[in-house]
């Protein structure tokens, strides 16, 4: 490659970079809420959570079900699960059309995709 085509590659692969975190904004205070009551948080794979308006939440991750509480405090997001050690955790929330992530110290905790919970038909009834 000639220094010109280094060069060419240099600034392609600096301004693919700098795109990747174009469009995320940061949700707080009551957005913060609302964004994530009656809503499943999931990566597709690995983890999907169902958090309620009373405060709780219920899913799996990594095949194992997963209870527990979740509020939102100030500016951040956080939660307890009940089988782990019962600690809170909190995270900042950024927000990318439908994808979301959680950041804590700058750096992204995890991430995936928000959706609005189907409603539940009651037992019996045809689909």
Known sequence: MTPNHLLLAAVLVGVAH???DVGWRGVR????RGM???HEFADGVHY???FRGDGTFTGFNMGKEMRGTWRS???EFCWTQRKSTGVEECFEVERRGD?????RDGYEAFSGNLSALKAQRPTGQPR
Do not use: K, T
């Open 48 to 50: 999907a959570f169902q």
């Open 29 to 32: 205070g009551a957005d913060l």
């Open 99 to 103: 994808q979301i992530r959680f950041v």
């Open 18 to 20: 700098a795109q990747a």
């Open 73 to 75: 405090a100030g500016n």
């Open 36 to 38: 994530f009551v009656d």
